[in-house]
């Protein structure tokens, strides 16, 4: 049994992609699930969220894309529950040296394979960009979980994504698929992010998850501590959210 790799992504960024794959993998974490979090974002936030300290990191995702270290050398426990394969700003500069590959799009997809039977759940956090490693990232996954903001410019990043992502089936990854749409930050009081709510409902329908990620002041605390909120608080808002998504996506 090999594991389900779920690439969480969004082109737009701000849209709580990071907190999602931290405290989404914390919550299957909790379920006994084997979980490796794959941090393909130079920006190495899901990294520090993981108390990981993203200046010190030996090896991590960009010396196995560029074939310089082995991934199971590279990856590490985290502060949580799941193992880690960690990124920092180095991470940047393989968008340009991974364009010399012949198997550039691919270089995710090959390594993942050596450890995908020892996990049951991969969450790939993606960078807020469409870039050679968002489609790493897409061309490795078999689920893509879209964070989405009930906010004004929502569904128009959204398009983008649908659309990239179509490419990405046609030329590299037929069996790529929308694992669902997962509304966070979200403020019921809100009269925009009603109305958004409903126009994601309209054109997602089954699609659109029906946990809600409310905002909540723990989620955004717990990573300058560099816990998942459901180590640093596992009874605030947030934290019980991503339990509750973690068991509408397991059905």
């Not at 979980?145 to 398009?159: D, K």
Request: glycine share 8%; net charge negative; with cysteine.
């Amino acid at each position: 049994m090999t594991a389900r790799i779920i690439a969480v992504t969004n082109q737009k960024g701000g849209v709580a992609k990071t907190t999602t794959a931290v405290n989404l993998l914390a919550a299957f974490a909790r379920k006994g699930l084997r979980c490796l979090l794959v941090d393909i974002d130079p920006q190495g936030n899901a990294s520090v969220s993981s108390g990981i300290n993203i200046n010190t990191i030996e090896e991590g995702t960009y010396d196995v894309l560029l074939g310089d270290a082995n991934i199971e050398q590279a990856i590490v426990a985290s502060a949580d529950q799941y193992d880690i394969l960690p990124a920092g700003p180095e991470l940047a500069g393989a968008q340009v040296e991974l364009l010399g590959f012949s198997d550039k799009d691919f270089r995710l997809r090959d390594v993942l394979a050596v450890v995908a039977g020892r996990y049951d759940i991969i969450l790939i956090d993606t960078p807020p960009s469409l870039n050679v490693l968002t489609i790493n990232a897409l061309a490795a996954a078999t689920d893509v979980l879209i964070p989405v903001q009930c906010e004004y410019f929502a569904l128009e990043g959204l398009s983008g994504l649908i659309t990239t992502m179509g490419m990405v089936r046609k030329a590299l990854n037929p069996k790529l698929t929308i694992l669902g749409v997962v509304r966070t930050m979200y403020d019921g009081r809100n009269t925009l992010t009603i109305e958004v709510s409903k126009q994601l409902n309209k054109h997602f329908q089954e699609k659109v998850f029906k946990t809600l990620i409310p905002r909540n002041i723990r989620l955004a605390e717990a990573p300058s501590h560099g816990k998942s909120a459901l180590d640093y608080d596992p009874q605030c808002k947030g934290s019980l959210a991503y339990i509750a998504l973690a068991n509408e996506i397991l059905g």
